[in-house]
């Protein structure tokens, strides 16, 4: 890797902290959240400490330098993703905002009786909920694409629901935030191409770690959080095509999204303040983008490189462990840097805890994604996930934690 580690891992003064009585900070649930570089924490406290103004109301210098750098983001968010149109990136609270704006905003207007919407097992939470409560209130039937042994789309399945024609929506998340498995969207692109089906990818997990161009992908609704991408909370993206954006009412009222107020009826603002109602999350917008810069400095594609080795090495040293079952593809080609596993019969939080004593951090529990768990048979996983700034020694520490695991539960 060209980039220095040790130069990234300065950035982050959390990484250089101890836990538990000294042991130092080994952090790996890096698809929960990440940690912020002091770039974004100082680009943020700068807003409020030298210039926070509310945007697009006043015509001072103090609300023009907000108004300016909040709308600059806009512009970096189009080109760190290669999206053409700067007025179709809407700035929402995260990915799970976005989604619900599409399912209320999109879905309630065009959606009826019959329809049939296509997620796949493997989404977390916020890519099914919404979509059954819209399903629920129109009389439309969710339906699933599976996934193999590998946990990789059964994209075959897709065909058949296609050709039953009333699919109105296929949406996917481009990479499991469970098994790591990086999905073959242009494969599901082209199929709902070709008969024009509307599409969403969940992007919370991809965007924060490879290269992903959203012109080349070509689908009508792309989002995710600005927290799993060394952002802030709070903040996230959703893009949509004007096809769509054509077809979509308001998702809140009140100030900022209205043209005209009268008595009895409003007229709309134009994109994309359409869908941004009230005084919007200005220092984290900014924040965001001081981790587009930060993100874009690293390189994406140093970055997936960085987590393809790493997560290559953790796999192939945890399958040396005695009792342990490891979830999703083999090929590193497949998968990003998420490794979720189980010990035999041992609790997923009993590992968590063993685990944690050495202060390294990995989550345990269904992930929001318990239709996937039901599809695994288990109730529950381990999950160590990766970012640019972990280390190897720190998939040691994690590699002797684990095999302590296997020592205090006795497995063969
Ligand atoms: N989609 C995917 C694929 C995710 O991994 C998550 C969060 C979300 C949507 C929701 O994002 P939010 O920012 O709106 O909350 N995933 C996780 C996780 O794996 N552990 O904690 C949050």
């Known amino acids: 890797m060209q980039v220095s580690l040790l130069n990234i891992r300065k950035d982050f003064p959390i990484l250089s902290r101890t836990v538990r009585g000294g042991k130092p900070l080994i952090y790996l649930d890096n698809a929960a959240t990440t940690q912020k570089p002091n770039h974004v924490v100082d680009t943020i406290s700068d807003y409020y400490r030298n210039y926070n103004a ?18 600059s983001v806009r ?10 149109e700067r007025s179709h990136i809407i700035f929402v609270r995260g990915t799970t905002e976005g989604i619900n704006l599409v399912a209320y905003a999109w879905g309630r207007p065009n959606i009826t009786k019959g329809d049939v919407i296509v997620t796949t097992e493997y989404e977390h939470h ?19 694409i599976p996934i193999d042994e590998q946990g990789r789309l059964m994209l075959d399945i897709l065909d058949g629901y296609i050709a039953e024609e009333n699919v109105k929506m296929v949406t996917f998340s481009l990479m499991s935030n469970v098994l790591g498995t990086i999905t073959n969207a ?21 965007v924060p770690h490879m290269r992903v161009d959203v012109s080349s992908l070509g689908c009508d609704f792309f989002t995710f959080s600005g927290h799993k991408m060394m952002g802030p909370t709070g903040i996230g993206v959703l893009y949509a ?5 054509d077809k979509m009412s308001p998702f809140h009222g009140g100030g900022d999204m209205i043209r005209e107020v009268h008595k009895q009826e409003s007229t709309w603002n134009d994109l994309p303040h359409k869908f941004e109602a009230g005084t919007p999350n200005i220092a984290d917008v900014i924040g965001l983008g001081a981790a587009v810069d930060y993100l874009e400095r690293i390189g994406m594609d140093n970055i997936r490189a960085h987590e ?18 490891i979830y999703g593809p083999t ?11 189980n010990f035999a019969d041992v ?13 390294i951090a990995i989550r345990s529990g269904h992930h929001c994604a318990q239709v996937l768990m039901e599809e695994l048979d288990v109730a529950a996983t381990s999950r160590a996930s990766f970012y640019v700034y972990n280390t190897k020694e720190e998939v040691d520490a994690l590699i002797d934690a684990l095999q302590k695991v296997a020592r205090v539960f006795k497995l063969e």
């Open 186 to 206: 242009h494969a599901i692109m082209s199929k709902c191409r070709k008969v024009q089906i509307p599409t969403l990818i969940d992007a919370a997990q991809a």
């Open 54 to 71: 509310n945007t697009h109301r006043a015509i001072y210098a103090l609300a023009e330098e907000a108004t300016e750098k909040y709308e």
């Open 347 to 359: 609790h997923p939080h009993d590992v968590a805890h063993i685990v944690d004593e050495e202060g």
């Open 308 to 325: 393809m080795e790493l997560t290559s090495y953790a796999l192939n040293r945890m399958r040396q462990i005695p009792g342990i079952t």
């Open 241 to 245: 095509t004007q096809r769509m954006l």
């Open 75 to 84: 512009d970096r968010v189009a080109k760190f993703l290669n999206i053409q």
């Open 331 to 341: 090929d590193i080609k497949e998968r990003g840097g998420v490794i979720s596993f």
């Open 126 to 144: 916020s890519n099914i909920v919404p979509w059954q409560l819209l399903c629920k209130e129109k009389g439309a039937t969710l339906k699933y």
